[in-house]
């Protein structure tokens, strides 16, 4: 799971890469084809007596049963993982999808199902053109034994997490994991480790603009790259946008001190922004997220008041935790780059606002969310205490007949 802000272009899109289910099947498949050659290696190294002991006949049954086993369970759990994706965005939101394709338990089961299918087949295949001598049989018998314990750990692991897979449960327990961390960093290192841009923050007169560089949800924002582009101790960058803002190509996004108009360019280079909301540094997307779950429950062909309910009481605890995370009072690492702090009243409506819409008939709804908002207003961050009294206060439901 993403943890850190401050890391670079570079190692996000490495991470992303690695989240990918293809990544971690392909990985799998080429240990897979490698393992016969390295079979092969180690055959001299054992002794005649046990070569001779195991010809290639007494492992080819294994393999081929663990070739056409494998590729039956690999189809069926491809399958069950399919629908269970489309069952949570049916029933949750579409943005669930995304977040259940990032599962590492399901993409380390299917890496093994499919790089034992790729082995065994291997095998088949090098045992079958005569091109392993057969005193490797030992050696692939023995690498055969450890495929083997581990499909048995894959499946055990499997059939717990079948028992959830795609159910709501599971459904806002990972949505919920997956919107902390940027959460709860947001509140230690306020304004991504920049500089805070408030109302106060006088911008300089000789500031040039800053505009957007294409299109897009803006996802990440790479500190360190731009503030080792800004070489000079006077430039400076005011950016008023942040992660999770749409922005048009061309459209002013902040201003700049210090730099060309090349240089001011070439800085938002550094700016990864794509047709998504992702949950990088975006701290409020996973509250929004949550909420769409909850106005989804909410409908009238759903009507599923409990599941609004247990929203309510996990966007209550992230907020919570988000009050009693300390922040970091050491000087901010990007002082040059000026930035807006993620503002409580944004975590209070994006959690809370379509509830207290959508939920506006439904008492049960209504009374825990009054409760939420409560407790919140007790907490020890005044700007998120007073968001939530004034979501109290002027929230839809307060109109009710």
Request: charge should be negative; glycine fraction near 6%; avoid cysteine.
């Amino acid at each position: 799971m993403f943890q850190s802000l401050s890391v670079s272009k570079t190692i996000l899109k490495l991470l992303r890469f690695s989240r990918r289910l293809w990544v971690r099947v392909s990985l799998m498949a080429l240990l897979a084809v490698i393992a016969p050659a390295v079979a092969a290696l180690v055959a001299p190294i054992i002794p005649e007596g046990i070569s001779k002991r195991f010809d290639p006949s007494s492992v080819m049954p294994i393999l081929t049963i663990l070739a056409s086993g494998m590729l039956a369970v690999s189809t069926f759990s491809l399958n069950v993982m399919v629908s269970a994706h489309r069952a949570a965005a049916a029933q949750a939101t579409p943005r669930a999808h995304r977040i259940l394709m990032t599962d590492t338990t399901t993409q380390t089961v299917l890496a093994t199902f499919i790089g034992a299918f790729v082995y065994s087949l291997s095998a088949i295949i090098l045992f079958k053109s005569n091109l392993i001598a057969p005193g490797t049989s030992v050696t692939i018998l023995g690498i055969t034994v450890i495929v083997v314990v581990l499909v048995i750990l894959a499946m055990l692991r499997w059939i717990g997490h079948l028992s959830d897979l795609g159910s709501m449960d599971a459904t806002l327990r990972a949505t919920e994991a997956e919107a902390r961390p940027s959460l709860m960093q947001t509140r230690r290192t306020p304004a991504l480790g920049g500089s805070p841009l408030t109302d106060a923050t006088v911008l300089p007169t000789q500031a040039i603009t800053v505009a957007a560089p294409m299109t897009g949800y803006v996802q990440f924002i790479d500190l360190p790259s731009i503030d080792t582009d800004m070489k000079a101790e006077a430039a400076a960058l005011y950016l008023t946008t942040v992660p999770g803002n749409f922005v048009l190509k061309g459209q002013t996004i902040g201003h700049a001190t210090g730099l060309s108009e090349d240089a001011a360019t070439d800085l938002m280079q550094h700016l990864v922004i794509g047709d998504l909301r992702t949950f990088e540094q975006d701290g409020a997307y996973g509250l929004l997220v949550l909420s769409e779950i909850a106005s989804r429950a909410l409908s009238p062909g759903i009507n599923d008041p409990g599941t609004a309910v247990e929203v309510i009481a996990r966007q209550q605890r992230l907020l919570w935790d988000w009050a009693h995370t300390p922040v970091n009072d050491d000087p901010p690492p990007y002082p040059n780059i000026f930035m807006q702090e993620l503002s409580a009243d944004s975590l209070i409506e994006s959690a809370f606002a379509s509830i207290a819409r959508d939920g506006a008939d439904k008492v049960e709804v209504i009374t825990f969310l009054q409760s939420a908002l409560d407790a919140l207003t007790d907490g020890p961050h005044v700007g998120l205490a007073q968001a939530a009294r004034d979501m109290k206060n002027h929230a839809p439901f307060q109109q009710r007949d």
